[in-house]
T-cell receptor, first 114, second 113 residues
Framework: DTAVSQTPKYLVTQMGNDKSIKCEQN?????MYWYKQDSKKFLKIMFSYNNKELIINETVPNRFSPKSPDKAHLNLHINSLELGDSAVYFCASSQGPTPVDTQYFGPGTRLTVL | AQSVTQLDSQVPVFEEAPVELRCNYS??????LFWYVQYPNQGLQLLLK??????LVESINGFEAEFNKSQTSFHLRKPSVHISDTAEYFC???????????FGTGTRLTVIP
């Protein structure tokens, strides 16, 4: 009965490949997020969806494309992977789109690009 | 622009000793402030938050933080730590009316038996 789950937990791939990370929440929340945590532990928001609509799109290369098939899922597809994409990617969800709504995080996906 | 600074990247402390994890923010408008905790191999969990009202906020496991507007700080404290408090602690800020949360770089608290 995990609240926010991500797959895979670890992802090792070569430069230039395309990969996807999946996220699912069973909390009934309307809003979902993707964050990137770099090697220095700096955590930065990438995207946010509310009711399947994109509401936050930070300065992220267009090689990154989020997709929300329904309110419970927010997947992240990355094209032409680069060394600098190596990081831990966290999915999160909240009842609403404002910071007043508590965000619940998944366990993270550690992406390593070789 | 808003930002968060956690000056201490690592804080070792003996079990049952008090601890303070420092957090300073910069913003020109009203803010909401948060502390999140990340236990090993897990995602972040909200520990406590300040939205308005009393400047002292508490969590269910004995942590507290005080919003100090004049010093733009939101330090996290616990009078007596346990081994189970070993984790990474992240301070975060959001400007009132904004959608984004901005996180600090985290402080690793290690409780020594």
């Amino acid at each position: 009965d995990t609240a926010v789950s991500q797959t895979p937990k670890y992802l090792v791939t070569q430069m230039g490949n395309d990969k996807s990370i999946k996220c699912e929440q069973n909390l009934g929340h309307d809003t979902m997020y993707w964050y990137k945590q770099d090697s220095k532990k700096f955590l930065k928001i990438m995207f946010s969806y509310n009711n399947k609509e994109l509401i936050i799109n930070e300065t992220v290369p267009n090689r990154f494309s989020p997709k929300s098939p329904d309110k419970a899922h927010l997947n992240l597809h990355i094209n032409s992977l680069e060394l600098g994409d190596s990081a831990v990617y966290f999915c999160a969800s909240s009842q609403g789109p404002t910071p007043v709504d508590t965000q619940y995080f998944g366990p993270g996906t550690r992406l390593t690009v070789l | 622009a808003q930002s968060v600074t956690q000056l201490d990247s690592q804080v070792p402390v003996f079990e049952e000793a008090p601890v303070e994890l420092r957090c300073n923010y910069s913003s020109s408008v009203s803010v909401y402030l948060f502390w999140y905790v990340q236990y090993p191999n897990q995602g972040l969990q909200l520990l406590l938050k300040y939205l308005s009202g009393s400047t002292l906020v508490e969590s269910i496991n004995g942590f507290e933080a005080e919003f100090n507007k004049s010093q733009t700080s939101f330090h996290l404290r616990k009078p007596s730590v346990h081994i189970s408090d070993t984790a990474e602690y992240f301070c975060a800020v959001s400007e009132a009316g904004a959608n984004n949360l901005f996180f600090g770089t985290g402080t690793r608290l290690t409780v020594i038996p």
